[in-house]
Structure formats: structure tokens, C-alpha cells
């Protein structure tokens, strides 16, 4: 059983700063790729910030140069620092994460619940 959970969201002002961090827990063989989402009221999901067993990031657009994301390997952690926060961004992020489980399975994707971040003007 594998889980995720994210935390560090809330209420902050324009131009304020906020960090997530998203756990892996459990039956974790190899830890792949790890991906912030978020999803605005109204609006789809879109990829916010991605991290690759290796270190590699990518970013949406939007949020390049304000946002950095980073893992912990040791840790089965992924963070992701937010400056200069807008209130465009606000919406619930999720941790996503590409893992594998034992020895004898496939990767399969699992998904945290999501933590709220609102930006106030």
C-alpha cells in the first residue's frame, strides 16, 4: 500500500511565499518521477512542476522562476517552494509520483490528496 500526502497549503498574501512538501509512504521499491498538479474552482488539472529520478525539472510556463521544485530520495519527499505568489495560482495541489512497489511490479502513478493554496490580492 502506497501513500501520499501533501501538506504545507494555506492562506497567504500576494506576493508572499509558501512551501509544499508531499510524502511517499509504504511498499516503495524505486521512486521514479515526481509531479506537482493543481487544479483551480472550474478549471482541469494542469502540470505544474515535474522531477525526474535523476534531478531533471520542468516547469509550466506560468510559474518558471517563481517556483523551484526539489526531492529528497532518502526521504521519499518532494517539495515545491512557491515566491511571489499571485492570486492565479491559487487551487489544490497534488502530489503525484511514478513508483514502483516491489521487485515484480510495474510502475503504476498514485496521487495525494491534494492541499488547498490560496492567494489573497
Known amino acids: 500500500q502506497v501513500q501520499l500526502v501533501e501538506s504545507g497549503g494555506g492562506l497567504v498574501q500576494a506576493g508572499g511565499s509558501l512551501r509544499l512538501s508531499c510524502v511517499a509512504s509504504?511498499?516503495?521499491?524505486?521512486?521514479?518521477?515526481m509531479v506537482w498538479y493543481r487544479q483551480a474552482p472550474g478549471k482541469q488539472r494542469e502540470l505544474v512542476a515535474v522531477i525526474a529520478s535523476g534531478d531533471t525539472t520542468n516547469y509550466a510556463d506560468s510559474v518558471k522562476g517563481r517556483f523551484t521544485i526539489s526531492r529528497d530520495n532518502a526521504k521519499n519527499t518532494v517539495s515545491l517552494q512557491m515566491n511571489s505568489l499571485k492570486p492565479e495560482v491559487t487551487a489544490v495541489y497534488y502530489c503525484n509520483a511514478n513508483l514502483v512497489s516491489s521487485r515484480y511490479s510495474r510502475a503504476m502513478d498514485y496521487w495525494g490528496k491534494g492541499t488547498l493554496v490560496t492567494v489573497s490580492s
Open positions: 509504504g511498499s516503495i521499491f524505486r521512486l521514479n518521477a
